[in-house]
């Protein structure tokens, strides 16, 4: 089989199974999707989302999960708002440093519910 080929099927194969969404709760809302909403808002709230780096979390989370694995987030006010058995998309903006440049500040958590669709939290930098 030509190496092409291989990497080729590697790809879809990876894309596929990347995209795969937890099997329990109510998924009416895919990962890519979720996406979308949340450029979308980064967009009308005036981050250059083109020049962003961009992070989705490969699984949809519960509140718990989330902050196990983001423990500075444990007492966020906002995100206390979200109902501790609800699923959503979590999608993380930062900023692109240039070269030898710190960058503090200047990035956006937002949250996409699982079964609506809805923007339930954003969380931006300070």
């Known amino acids: ?8 099927i590697i790809v879809l194969f990876s894309s596929n199974t990347l995209g795969a969404e937890m099997p329990h709760g109510d998924m009416k809302m895919k990962k890519e999707d979720a996406l979308g909403v949340a450029i979308k808002e980064v967009r009308r709230l005036s981050y250059p989302v083109d020049s962003m780096r961009i992070e989705i979390e490969p699984i949809a989370l519960e509140w718990k999960d989330f902050t196990a694995k983001y423990k500075d987030y444990i007492d966020d006010k906002v995100l206390n708002d979200i109902p501790k058995n609800h699923f959503f998309w979590a999608i993380y903006f930062s900023l692109s440093p240039k070269t030898g440049e710190v960058i503090t500040g200047g990035d956006v958590w937002v949250f996409v519910d699982t079964s609506s669709g809805r923007i339930i939290s954003v969380i931006r930098g300070k």
């Open 1 to 8: 089989m030509p190496h092409s080929l291989l990497f080729i």
